[in-house]
């Protein structure tokens, strides 16, 4: 069983930068892809980004393509999103996620964050 815990979220101007955090616990954080989703008042939950177990591959949604960087530290059972040029239509609440496939897909994703609010103001 592994426990997900988000962090960084916050309100930030467009234009501006946040990163979030992502701790895991309880079990062998290498073993898994991780990705970050986000979740938009009223919409479904979309795949912002993922990366392989190493490290070594990531993928974005074309929405942050050039903007988000996802990376990951195993010695620290950790993985980050770092946003920058945020959009106001960034907003929404923001989840990490493990998964032992490499996919897009949530439902494929085993273990979830309880997410982090950005909030991006025009």
């Known amino acids: 069983q592994v426990q997900l815990v988000d962090s960084g979220g916050g309100l930030v101007q467009a234009g501006g930068s946040l990163r979030l955090s992502c701790a895991a616990s309880?079990?062998?954080?290498?073993?898994?892809?991780m990705a970050w989703f986000r979740q938009a008042p009223g919409k479904e939950r979309e795949f912002v980004g993922r990366?392989?177990?190493?490290?070594?591959?990531?993928a974005y949604a074309d929405s942050v393509k050039g903007r988000f960087t996802i990376s990951r530290d195993n010695a620290k059972n950790t993985v980050y999103l770092q946003m920058n040029s945020l959009k106001p239509e960034d907003t929404a609440a923001y989840y990490c996620?493990?998964?032992?496939?490499?996919?897009?897909?949530?439902?494929?994703?085993?273990?979830w964050g309880q997410g982090t609010q950005v909030t991006v103001s025009a």
């Open positions: 996620a493990a998964s032992t496939g490499w996919t897009t897909r949530s439902y494929e994703y085993i273990y």
């Open positions: 990366i392989s177990r190493g490290g070594s591959s990531t």
């Open positions: 309880g079990g062998t954080f290498i073993n898994y892809n």
